[in-house]
């Protein structure tokens, strides 16, 4: 499987949580310096940017939008699915449909909003209890890499936005 943004928030626990479950995951990242420490988490490859040509993924976790997204839809293989989550790069996407409908025969597109999938599968209890217990096992790495007061969220976000952060921004309430 595939995980763009893999250096971000989201994506260091998808590479964890994947990584555990069993998978081969490849990581996405937008240089060498912000791979540092994901194949320590689990990913067996890590690349700098997404080619539109290569081999195929049965599962890509697509969250950069934009460019990301049309190579995804390239890259994905027949029967796989794309679930799409986030569009970070804030662009739009165009892509070859008949060579999506026509290579990836059967392939998905998935939409996917966490409060939707909460309320329709009721797990959220479950699903953070399970990861509370990972985390207390030291098996899941939250990867905390900025904490602040909250008075100073405006220069959190902003590393955020600048792609300095290499995973999760805590913001402790004074
Ligand atoms: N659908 C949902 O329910 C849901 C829930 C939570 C989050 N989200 C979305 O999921 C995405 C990831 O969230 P996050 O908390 O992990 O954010 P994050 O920590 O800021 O990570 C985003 C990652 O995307 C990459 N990125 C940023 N701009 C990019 C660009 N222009 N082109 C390609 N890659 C780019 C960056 O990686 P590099 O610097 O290595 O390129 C960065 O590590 C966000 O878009 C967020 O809005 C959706």
């Known amino acids: 499987m595939l995980v763009t943004g893999a250096s971000g928030g989201v994506g260091r626990f998808a590479v964890q949580l994947a990584s555990r479950a069993g998978a081969h995951v490849t990581g996405v990242v937008g240089s060498p310096e912000r791979g540092e420490g994901v194949r320590e988490l689990g990913a067996e490859e890590i690349v700098v940017g997404l080619d539109d040509e290569g081999e195929g993924f049965d599962l890509i976790l697509e969250s ?6 049309a190579a995804a839809l390239a890259r994905i293989a027949s029967g796989g699915t794309i679930v799409s989550f986030g569009n970070s790069s804030r662009e739009a996407t165009t892509f070859d ?12 597109l998935y939409a996917f909003l966490i409060f939707d999938e909460l309320a329709r599968e009721g797990s959220g209890a479950a699903d953070l209890t399970l990861l509370a217990e ?41």
Do not use: C, M, N
């Not at 890499?145 to 402790?172: C, F, N, P, Y």
């Open 64 to 69: 950069a939008g934009g460019a990301s997204l």
């Open 97 to 108: 449909v008949s060579g999506f409908y026509g290579r990836a025969t059967g392939a998905r």
């Open 134 to 174: 990972l985390v207390a096992e030291d098996a899941l790495d939250p990867q905390i890499s900025l904490e602040a007061g909250w008075r100073e969220s405006t220069e959190a976000i902003e590393a955020l936005l600048q792609r300095r952060v290499a995973g999760k921004a805590v913001l402790h309430v004074d």
